[in-house]
């Protein structure tokens, strides 16, 4: 059986072979389509990249209808049971799971890098009080840049290596420096003996003892949340680290574009938002009339719904799993109640159902971050910290991917016909411009 397709082009009545490779034809194998001899050829047209794949990859598999998400091969369910953040990233990043020394030794080269230069407190201190501390990771991420010229490197691998020790080592120093500008608190600085989720849960909440007392359900509930959010292949927040890295800036500038993207209340900010919805609802007995404004288009079920899952997200069902381990140590929340009904009410209403609208990531890792005593802004933070080594490692793959360049793509264009330019004074009275189409 032939691995191709053949298409006719009823215009011509000309028909061509395109192979299929990976299960996929190339976009640029419709070009040869000709209507006239000069036309461009056929475009393929997929607003918001539904159907499109920008890329090979063999970091993260998943099967949105299997609710399957693995890493380099290996389930999420496994490295959430028995690895650790630090060792998932180096999988992420090299490919496979590290021995003891190579595992010793990437530890070892992030914790060294996990201080930043003392002028960035300067930058924290410039942000207003209430500056939301994604706007203030991804400003300070990006002037990260201007610390390290070599960054530009791209192409020496030590510096790659480098680059990639000081964003996953620093991004936690950053958000724990937004945290405490937010709340008029001094910055603390890194305790490199503590783990690497210890060590954030310190510079976070350290206040005037000699050293901060790790709770290990604490720590070890952020360090599986770290796990689960470390990647999920071409999201939207990856998305943009590739497109910006194929213009060949430094790995900083192209990691705060990513985190960018992740701001976004559709993208890695619906845990905040999952909060604001829930606190909105209020009661159980307000769900009702929620789900109604939904289904009129007024309201969205934020923390539901995804592009690949058309089943229950896997991470979801770790985390609801691990809200009930960390409420157990730090009390429970009425918030919560209302989520688990408003979950178990949409999962039994056709408009869902129908729709394959199922809880993702974001449904209640906002309750976990709430019990930890994080305010509802810095969540999406807290996922920008694990997603930076998934970004990195997208990152390099592109980079070294031969069949990558500089990302830019066609368009279809509906606008003017050429026209010539009016005099002022000849002008008629304007149309209402139109906006989209
Ligand atoms: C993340 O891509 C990734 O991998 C992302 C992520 C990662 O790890 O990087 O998994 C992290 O971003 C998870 C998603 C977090 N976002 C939210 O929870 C926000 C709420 N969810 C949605 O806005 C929505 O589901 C998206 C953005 C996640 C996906 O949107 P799609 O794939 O573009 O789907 P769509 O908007 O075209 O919706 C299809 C239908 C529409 O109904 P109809 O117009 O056909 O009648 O489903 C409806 C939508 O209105 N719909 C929802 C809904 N999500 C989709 N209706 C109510 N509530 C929702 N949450």
Redesign the pocket.
């Known amino acids: 059986m032939p691995e191709s397709l053949t298409v006719t082009d009823n215009r011509t009545g000309r028909s061509y072979d395109l192979p299929i490779e990976n299960g996929a034809v190339r976009a640029t194998s419709f070009e040869q389509m000709h209507l006239e001899d000069d036309d461009h050829g056929l475009l393929v047209y997929d607003p ?1 990249f ?1 159907n499109t794949a920008s890329c090979t990859s063999r970091i993260t598999y ?1 099967d949105g209808d299997r609710g399957i998400l693995r890493y380099r091969g290996y389930p999420i369910e496994q490295l959430a049971e028995s690895s650790t953040f630090l060792e998932t990233a180096y999988l992420l990043i090299h490919g496979d799971l590290p021995n003891g020394a190579e595992a010793a030794a990437w530890e070892h080269d992030i914790t060294i890098h996990t201080l930043v230069h003392e002028n960035v407190k300067s930058f924290m201190d410039g942000f207003h009080h209430d500056a939301h501390p994604m706007g203030m990771l991804l400003s300070t991420v990006g002037a990260l840049a201007t610390f390290y010229p070599g960054a530009t490197q791209i192409y020496d691998e030590e510096q790659r290596r480098i680059s990639i020790y000081r964003l996953i080592a620093k991004m936690p120093t950053l958000a724990a420096f937004a945290y405490r500008h937010s709340r008029g608190l001094p910055y603390n600085y890194p305790d490199n003996d503590l783990s690497y989720p210890g060590n954030f849960l310190g510079m976070l909440f350290k206040m005037v003892e000699p050293r901060y007392e790790v709770v290990p359900e604490i720590e070890k509930a952020l360090d599986v949340l770290f796990i689960l ?1 470390a ?8 998305n943009a680290m590739r497109v910006v890295g194929s213009s060949h800036p430094d790995p900083y500038s192209a990691t705060a574009a990513a985190i960018a993207a ?1 701001y976004g ?7 905040e ?2 909060i604001h919805m829930v606190e909105r609802i209020g009661s159980v007995e307000r769900i009702p009339e929620f789900i109604t404004g ?1 289904k009129s ?1 007024k ?11 058309k089943n229950y ?1 896997p ?1 979801a069902k770790v985390i609801k799993r691990m809200a009930d381990q960390v409420l157990a140590v730090t009390g429970t929340t009425p918030l919560l109640d209302v989520a688990r009904e408003l979950e178990k009410i949409a999962l039994e209403d056709e ?2 159902v129908s ?1 394959k ?1 199922y809880p ?4 209640y890792s906002g309750f976990i971050y709430q019990a930890l005593g994080l305010p509802v802004e810095m969540f999406p933070v807290l ?1 920008a910290i694990p ?1 930076t080594a998934g970004w990195l490692s997208q990152w390099e793959e592109s980079l070294l991917d031969k069949e990558q360049k500089i990302a830019r793509p066609r368009q279809v264009y509906l606008g003017e016909a050429a026209r010539d330019y009016e005099p002022m004074d000849s002008r008629q009275v304007q149309r209402p411009k139109v906006l989209a189409g």
């Open positions: 918001a539904l998943i959010h990647d999920h292949e071409q999201n939207c927040s990856t992740l209340p559709l993208h890695g900010g619906a845990n938002a999952v939904v288009g309201e969205r079920l934020m923390g539901f719904g995804h592009r690949v899952y997200d991470r408009y869902f729709r609208l993702n990531v974001d449904f996922f997603r």
